[in-house]
């Protein structure tokens, strides 16, 4: 997309009603793609992909006409943009046109408050007519909050999505107790799951559709999938996978 169609795409209503990962195969498995003012949580161990994922589905809503503000504890604006590139998901042109903004969150000596600041900066983003937000991953501002905390924010998340924000949180499974992560899931509308399952010789990943309310086709899918350099996400047929 060149700059001049975004100036041109920022006069129109580019109303669209889903969040695409930009990889059709991938939406298909998502019963379509995530609604918008959707609640999403995409959970998962390490490494299982759930910020590739997120980045797609950045690259996707950015192409779509959204506006994406991104609050992230794992990179600087710099390793993003680079990251981003090497999947051959660059979003640089949108970063500089102020389609998509970066927030690089300061976590080391994160405390009870920095949620309550989070949620404070992510009501600023749709004051500034921002309309997805992410968080990857909320997992260090998780481990230092009470839990009510954390569940009097996702609460509120979901009353800005009544108000048509679509927010996704990124968090890592270890965080959560079995218990509270029901508790949350029950708040969200779309709950990705990701893990990283040994099968034979190879390390497969694997996505879980564990809910996405609202979607046009049924979920509970689960497919497995490779990221490749220059490419992103690919989804692999299972049997190739279990190959
Ligand atoms: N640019 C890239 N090129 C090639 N492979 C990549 C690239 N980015 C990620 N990967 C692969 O995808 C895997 C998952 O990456 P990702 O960062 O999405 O995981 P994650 O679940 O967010 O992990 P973490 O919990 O550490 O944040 C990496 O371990 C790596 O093998
Ligand atoms: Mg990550």
Redesign the pocket.
């Known amino acids: 997309m060149t700059l001049p169609d975004l100036e041109q795409e920022e006069q129109l209503e580019h109303g669209k009603s889903i969040i695409s990962t930009g990889n059709a195969e991938i939406d298909n498995k998502m019963g379509g793609g995530i609604p918008v003012g959707s609640l999403t949580l995409i959970e998962?161990?390490?490494?299982?992909?759930?910020?590739?994922?997120a980045?797609q589905m950045i690259w996707g809503s950015l192409h779509d006409g959204f506006r994406v503000s991104l609050f992230t504890t794992?990179n600087t604006v710099r390793s993003l943009m680079k990251?981003m590139q090497?999947?051959s998901i660059d979003v640089l042109d949108f970063l500089l046109v102020g389609f998509l903004r970066v927030y690089p969150m300061r976590v080391a000596r994160a405390d009870r408050r920095l949620l309550q600041e989070l949620i404070t900066a992510i009501v600023k983003e749709q004051e500034r007519g921002m309309e997805v937000i992410f968080v990857?991953?909320i997992t260090p501002v998780i481990v230092v909050t009470e839990e009510t905390d954390v569940l009097a924010y996702f609460e509120d998340c979901k009353k800005l999505c009544a108000q048509g924000l679509t927010i996704v949180n990124?968090v890592?499974s270890h965080a959560l107790s079995q218990d509270f992560l029901v508790r949350l899931t029950s708040l969200c509308d779309a709950h990705l799951k990701?893990r990283t399952e040994e099968v034979g010789e190879r390390l497969v990943?694997m996505m879980e559709v564990a809910k996405i309310r609202g979607a046009t086709k049924t979920t509970g899918n689960i497919v497995s999938f490779e990221?490749?350099?220059g490419w992103g996400m690919r989804i692999i047929p299972l049997s190739k996978a279990k190959g």
């Open positions: 998962g161990d390490s490494h299982s992909g759930k910020s590739v994922l980045q794992e990251q090497s999947l990857d991953a990124v890592h990701l990943k990221i490749e350099p």
